[in-house]
T-cell receptor, first 108, second 115 residues
Framework: EDQVTQSPEALRLQEGESSSLNCSYT??????LFWYRQDPGKGPEFLFT???AGEEKEKERLKATLTKKESFLHITAPKPEDSATYLC?????????FGPGTSLSVIP | DAEITQSPRHKITETGRQVTLACHQT?????MFWYRQDLGHGLRLIHY???????NKGEVSDGYSVSRSNTEDLPLTLESAASSQTSVYFC??????????????FGPGTRLTVL
């Protein structure tokens, strides 16, 4: 069965304390992996698309990487405004499967 | 600027009533999607459309219907609302063609409560 999991469920960081979020997937025929950011009370906002193992994308303090089984979202020197829920989604064939998300809190 | 809007933003209804949630996008995207988001389940796909007059069932389509009569709108109808349908509903759209996936642009969501 196609599945996407994310860990940890919640993460609390001090401002400036770098860390990584994990997205693991078991799907057949991966066509792309997507990272989204979701603020409370709002819809998800697109961050990155990764298509093949070894690919990396960067945006400000965020860097996303992809292997054959998982993706990491690295957050370097986070700021309080980085606090949000981070969702990953996998496209396998015509299906898009979202993970449950990681809730990130960055404390000043 | 192009955008995707949903209405109403909040809705309270009673069990058994028919409810329609509106979704309107000005991106001129072919593809539109409806999701529900519940604690512990993440986003789950209800229905999707790859173009006018095209509709497809998603993972949790029972009790829901959609129709696509133009590019901009994909209304979601709950035929007979049930308490299990209390959730936050998100509409999304993306560019590209059938079986081609690009990043999705999400609306602000509709919080539906069924009493």
């Amino acid at each position: 069965e196609d599945q996407v999991t994310q860990s940890p469920e919640a993460l609390r960081l001090q401002e400036g304390e770098s860390s990584s979020l994990n997205c693991s997937y078991t799907v057949s025929g991966l066509r792309g992996l997507f990272w989204y950011r979701q603020d409370p009370g709002k819809g998800p906002e697109f961050l990155f698309t990764l298509y093949s193992a070894g690919e990396e994308k960067e945006k400000e303090r965020l860097k996303a990487t992809l292997t054959k089984k998982e993706s990491f979202l690295h957050i370097t020197a986070p700021k309080p405004e980085d606090s949000a829920t981070y969702l990953c989604a996998v496209q396998a064939g015509d299906k898009v499967i979202f993970g449950p998300g990681t809730s990130l809190s960055v404390i000043p | 600027d192009a955008e995707i809007t949903q209405s109403p933003r909040h809705k309270i209804t009673e069990t058994g009533r028919q409810v329609t949630l509106a979704c309107h996008q000005t991106w001129n995207h072919n593809n539109m999607f409806w999701y529900r988001q519940d604690l512990g389940h993440g986003l789950r796909l209800i229905h999707y459309s790859y173009g006018v007059h095209d509709t497809n069932k998603g993972e949790v389509s029972d009790g829901y219907s959609v129709s696509r009569s133009n590019t901009e709108d994909l209304p979601l109808t709950l035929e007979s609302a049930a308490s299990s349908q209390t959730s936050v509903y998100f509409c999304a759209s993306s560019g590209g063609f059938i079986s081609s996936y690009n990043e999705q642009f999400f609306g602000p969501g509709t919080r539906l409560t069924v009493l």
